[in-house]
C-alpha cells in the first residue's frame, strides 16, 4: 500500500499558492506544503511494506494486546519527527491531540472491537505545531503529524475531529485491506477515512444521520476560506458543492484512471451518505459495521475495483441483517444512485 494520506489534496495548496489575493508569504507555504507532500510519498510507500509484511509474515497478539498508549510530541515549529515529548495536558492543541485521538481509538475499539489501528494495541502517535503555518495534516504510514495551518485560509489542524480520524483511518487500512493510492482503490482509501472520520464525529456529537451535516474539514476553514464561500474540505451528501474546496464527481461515470484520490472518492462517500441516510438512526450502527466488515473482512487487495468493494458490502447487508432487508436495500440503491 502506498499512501499519500494528506488531509488537503496537492492541487488545493497548488491553487492558493498561485491566488493574487494572498500574500507572498502565504502563496510561498503553500507552494512549499505541495513540495514537501510530494517527497513524502516515496517514504510512505516503504512505511506501507513494511507493515503489509509484518501483518502476514509475524505473529500478533490481537486479542491480548493492551489498549494503545497516546503520545504526542511537540516539533515547536521544526520539521523534525516526532519532536519533544509533551506531558499531559500541554497546550490546547496537544489536548486536542490526546483527547481526540483517545477518542478514535475508543471508537473503534467499542464499536468494531479493533484494538489501535493495526488492531494490536499500536500506539498512536501525534505530532503537533510541525513546521511554520504549515497547511496540512497526515498519516506518514507510522503516525500523526499537524500543522498549525496559517490562520487565514486554514487554522490548527487538531480542531477538526473528523479529520483526527479520516487520518488515522488510513492506519486502520494500512493494517486490513492495504489498498494502493492511485486509481480506483485509491479513491476507495480516501473515501474509508471520509467514511470512518465523518461517523467518528457524529458519534462524538451523538448525531444521527438526519442530524449530521456529512461535512469534512469543516472546523478546519480559516476566515479566508470562508470568506471566498467554502465551508468544507468536501460534503458527502453532494459532493459537487460548490461550497466545497474540492469539489468532486457523484457519478462512476465521471470516473477516470489517475483522478486523484481526493475526487474519486465522492462517488463511494455518496455512496455511503445515501446509504446511511436510506436506513436511517445512527451511521456506525448498520451501514457502518457493513462498511468496516467490507474493509476488514477479506484478505488485502491493494488494487481493489470499487465494484468489488460495493459488491462487499451488498453480500454483507445480506448475511449480517438477515432479519432487516431494508439494510440492503438501502445499500444497493444507493450504489446503483451512484453508478455501481
Known amino acids: 500500500m502506498s499512501c499519500q494520506c494528506f488531509i488537503i489534496p496537492e492541487d488545493v495548496l497548488e491553487r492558493f499558492a498561485k491566488d493574487k489575493s494572498l500574500s507572498e508569504a502565504q502563496r510561498k507555504s503553500f507552494a512549499d506544503a505541495a513540495q514537501f507532500e510530494r517527497k513524502w510519498r516515496k517514504l510512505r510507500a516503504t512505511y506501507g511494506k513494511v507493515s503489509a509484511a509484518a501483518n502476514t509474515m509475524l505473529a500478533s497478539r490481537a486479542q491480548t494486546a493492551a489498549p494503545p498508549t497516546i503520545t504526542v510530541y511537540n516539533c515547536n515549529h521544526g520539521t523534525t519527527l516526532p519532536g ?47 513546521s511554520v503555518n504549515y497547511n496540512n495534516a497526515f498519516w506518514n504510514g507510522t503516525q500523526m503529524t499537524y500543522g498549525d495551518g496559517d490562520g487565514n485560509i486554514f487554522v490548527d489542524f487538531t480542531r477538526s475531529d473528523d479529520v483526527i480520524g479520516h487520518e488515522l483511518t488510513h492506519g486502520v487500512t494500512q ?24 461517523m467518528f464525529r457524529q458519534w462524538r456529537a451523538k448525531q444521527s444521520v438526519d442530524k449530521a451535516d456529512w461535512l469534512i474539514g469543516k472546523d478546519i476553514m480559516g476566515p479566508g476560506a470562508i470568506a471566498k464561500g467554502y465551508r468544507c474540505l468536501r460534503d458527502m451528501a453532494d459532493p459537487a458543492a460548490k461550497h466545497c474546496l474540492s469539489q468532486q464527481p457523484t457519478h462512476y461515470s465521471q470516473y477516470k484512471n489517475g483522478m486523484d484520490p481526493h475526487y474519486s472518492s465522492g462517488i463511494p462517500n455518496l455512496a455511503f451518505c445515501k ?22 473482512g477479506f484478505a488485502p487487495q491493494p488494487n481493489m475495483k470499487m465494484k468489488t468493494f460495493a459488491n462487499r458490502t451488498r453480500t454483507l447487508a445480506k448475511s449480517m441483517f438477515s432479519k432487516d432487508p431494508a439494510v440492503f436495500t438501502a445499500i444497493n440503491n444507493a450504489w446503483i444512485a451512484v453508478g455501481l
Open 175 to 198: 493494517f486490513s485491506a492495504q489498498l494502493a493510492y492511485s486509481n480506483e482503490a485509491g479513491g476507495l482509501n480516501e473515501s474509508i477515512s471520509d467514511v470512518f472520520g465523518s
Open 84 to 130: 519533544i515529548p509533551v506531558p499531559y495536558p500541554g497546550d490546547a492543541t496537544a489536548k486536542r491531540a490526546f483527547v481526540e485521538t483517545k477518542a478514535v481509538a475508543d471508537f473503534y475499539q467499542k464499536l468494531f472491537g479493533r484494538n489501535s489501528v493495526d488492531n494490536a494495541g499500536k500506539t498512536l502517535m501525534s505530532s503537533i505545531h510541525f
Open 275 to 296: 446509504a446511511a441516510k436510506a436506513i436511517g438512526g445512527n451511521s456506525w450502527e448498520k451501514a457502518g459495521k457493513v462498511w468496516y466488515s467490507a474493509l476488514t
